[in-house]
């Protein structure tokens, strides 16, 4: 490293020292030590920074304008806090992002204003990954050379490997088959021309034709998780809906309730009343918040709404709750409905994970839930820092598919909702999987 003043250097170094010494480096677990590290360049070895010895720096070539340090943590951490000890050759503006295969990456954190001088940045992070990266954006005045890190600490608490709870691809089911399908429309198909991969069997259920007033159904398929005391659940499976198209629940997650009227759901609906991108299109996830509602006399608890609350593919979400202007609330959408017209005669791979906000009462909830939605591996939500639980609700208690059904209901200028008959139609599941702590082993 080029250096202007060696008695300057020397008084940096031994101010730097000082400052890491004295904030404890080490008061927790650094799950970053001695770990892989890259970076973009190293013109003093990545893995400086995360070797233990304060006297030891990473330093990216002076040439480069932005630059990049990252960690392979070995394996899935739901992450706590990550703290930058920075020489004075700092970046003013840098991310800090997450990835689970160090390909596609989440920005976790944004920091600007950094100024010319060692210091110590602190940042909470939420969401488990594997790989960690500081992605250094702009110098400050005064740094005419590389971007350069003493030490990098990363906290967390290491995931679980995946638990497959459930893997059924009907091949060998009879009814009610591990998801407990009930309904007279069930049927278990061994048509190969029809059924998922062309071979073994595949659910398929038809729903009625339904005629006025007030037409609807409610068969259910069922897997019971209250045992696992979960808060969160990985579901993942193939449908199609080849002939008519129409709106269903498609698939819930219930929580566990200590009275009938106190509940909140997660529904990844198909929409039924035709007000959106037509009926069996996907638009939203709903849910509840066990927020409160305004009357005249004041702030009511909202107990008996289960899905008061969504998170919209198209949009900005207005109607995502209480947790919208607070810290670590974030959405990001591909901006596209997935459309009735999208459905086709083809399979689709649906991938959803749930994860319920913390705390077991008003006072001590955090708002660390979160929603995600793949089509087709296409990410069409992903939603973090949510309240999506009631406050008293329990852990996971059950994950339904299939579900209620009811007329369309378009609205008629002049007129208001008109409840429409709808036509028989048909929904197709198969390769069902139901995990924790991640995706499981089985292809899908």
């Known amino acids: 490293m080029y250096i202007p003043s060696a008695i300057k250097r020397a008084c940096q170094i031994l101010c730097a020292f000082t400052v890491i010494c004295s904030s404890q480096l080490y008061a927790q677990t650094n799950i970053a030590l001695n770990k892989t590290v890259t970076a973009s360049s190293q013109l003093q070895a990545a893995s400086r920074a995360v070797d233990g ?12 304008a932005e630059s990049w340090l990252q960690v392979d943590l070995g394996a899935k951490y739901k992450l706590g ?13 840098y991310t800090v992002q997450g990835s689970n295969n160090a390909i596609d990456w989440v920005t976790l954190a944004t920091r600007e204003g950094g100024v010319y001088g060692s210091r110590i940045d602190t940042i909470n992070l939420l969401g488990s990954f594997r790989y960690l990266r500081i992605n250094a954006k ?81 068969p259910y398929g069922l897997f ?34 200590p009275v009938s009227d106190n509940y909140a759901n997660t529904t990844f609906g198909l929409d039924y009343t035709g007000v959106g991108s037509g009926t069996g299109s996907m638009y939203a996830v709903s ?8 009357s005249p006399t004041g702030p009511v608890e909202v107990t008996a709404n289960d899905t008061n609350r969504t998170v919209d593919f198209v949009g900005n979400s207005t109607n995502s709750g209480r947790a919208k202007n607070l810290s670590g609330y974030k959405v990001t959408t591909v ?78 200028n002049g007129i208001g909702r008109v409840e429409k008959p709808t036509p028989e139609f048909e929904i197709w599941y198969d390769n069902v999987e139901i995990s924790l702590n991640g995706w499981g082993p089985d292809p899908l």
Do not use: C
């Open 224 to 257: 019971d998780l209250s045992s696992y005391n979960t808060d969160h659940v990985y579901i993942r499976f193939y449908a199609k809906m080849p002939a008519h198209t129409h709106g269903l629940k498609f698939v819930k997650v219930f929580g566990k309730r």
């Open 81 to 93: 806090t990550t703290t930058i000890y920075w020489d004075a050759y700092n970046a003013s503006k």
């Open 287 to 294: 849910y509840g918040d066990g927020g409160v509602t305004n």
């Open 335 to 412: 901006q596209h409905t997935f459309h009735e017209s999208d459905w086709g005669t083809n399979w689709h791979k649906f991938e959803l994970y749930v994860k319920l906000n913390s705390g077991t009462n008003r006072e001590n909830e955090i708002n660390d839930g979160e929603i995600t939605v793949k089509i087709d591996g296409v990410p069409y939500v992903e939603a973090t820092g949510l309240f999506n639980r009631h406050p008293t609700n329990g852990t996971i208690q059950k994950i339904e598919i299939l579900g209620w059904t009811q007329n369309e209901w378009p609205w008629v």
């Open 138 to 218: 702009e110098k400050p005045a005064g740094n005419h050379w590389g971007y350069t890190i003493w030490e990098w600490n990363v906290t967390g608490t290491l995931v679980p490997p995946p638990q497959v709870l459930l893997f059924e691809n009907f091949d060998n089911a009879t009814f009610p088959t591990a998801l407990n399908v009930n309904g007279p429309g069930r049927q278990l198909s061994t048509d190969i021309t029809k059924t998922y991969g062309n071979q073994g069997k595949s659910l398929r259920y038809v729903y009625s034709a339904m005629g006025t007033p007030n037409g609807n159904q409610y």
């Open 53 to 64: 010895n304060t006297h030891a720096h990473w330093e990216s070539v002076h040439s480069e």
